[in-house]
T-cell receptor, first 114, second 114 residues
Framework: AQSVTQPDIHITVSEGASLELRCNYS??????LFWYVQSPGQGLQLLLK??????LVQGIKGFEAEFKRSQSSFNLRKPSVHWSDAAEYFC????????????FGKGTRLSVIA | EPEVTQTPSHQVTQMGQEVILRCVPI?????FYWYRQILGQKVEFLVS????????KSEIFDDQFSVERPDGSNFTLKIRSTKLEDSAMYFC????????????FGPGTRLTVT
């Protein structure tokens, strides 16, 4: 069965500092990988996704993520955080082969301080 | 940009009552999903729907739950007799057919069972 682990429940960074949110997955093969962001009172917005090819993927809002098969990881990064990035971030995995359900991690809450 | 919409944004109901949560998926999408997020926990898959039938469901989706696409635009989740533990945020999602696999989420309905 698939599973996703986001080891950090809450992270606080200063505005302008770099960010890395960790995600590890468990799956028998190479899955589809996603990062979603949820602002307070909002739905889940897709930041980026990995299906195949280049293991460094670019997303919206200046985010990127790197798929590392050997570490079963898909960490999210941003070189310079803005106060508006404060939100909940969810890593998710989907099985290959079609429109199958996503399995989410528990999320990491990001706080940004001045 | 097309988006998934959900109504109501917040529903309060008494234990034992029936509730219907409504979703309008993106118009050319063919796959529909319901997920839920109990406060402080991860987003969990409930059910997926394609071609007017359930394609997959989780253990959570027991006999008290049902889904329906009553017309060409709405997708509903009915909880027949609500329990306190059904209190959660319920998200609807939709995705197009094909390999892109992206699921687009609505803003959610917060269900509170008292």
């Amino acid at each position: 069965a698939q599973s996703v682990t986001q080891p950090d429940i809450h992270i606080t960074v200063s505005e302008g500092a770099s960010l890395e949110l960790r995600c590890n997955y468990s799956y028998g093969a190479t899955p589809y990988l996603f990062w979603y962001v949820q602002s307070p009172g909002q739905g889940l917005q897709l930041l980026l996704k990995y299906f195949s090819g280049d293991t460094l993927v670019q997303g919206i809002k200046g985010f990127e993520a790197e798929f590392k098969r050997s570490q079963s990881s898909f960490n999210l990064r941003k070189p310079s955080v803005h106060w508006s990035d404060a939100a909940e971030y969810f890593c998710a995995v989907g099985a290959r082969g079609g429109n199958t359900p996503l399995v989410f991690g528990k999320g990491t809450r990001l706080s940004v301080i001045a | 940009e097309p988006e998934v919409t959900q109504t109501p944004s917040h529903q309060v109901t008494q234990m034992g009552q029936e509730v219907i949560l409504r979703c309008v998926p993106i118009s050319n999408h063919l796959y529909f999903y319901w997920y839920r997020q109990i406060l402080g926990q991860k987003v969990e898959f409930l059910v997926s729907f394609y071609n007017n039938e359930i394609s997959e469901k989780s253990e959570i989706f027991d006999d008290q739950f049902s889904v329906e696409r009553p017309d060409g635009s709405n997708f509903t989740l009915k909880i027949r007799s609500t329990k306190l533990e059904d209190s959660a945020m319920y998200f609807c999602a939709s995705s197009p057919q094909g390999q892109t696999y992206e699921q687009y989420f609505g803003p959610g309905t917060r269900l509170t069972v008292t």
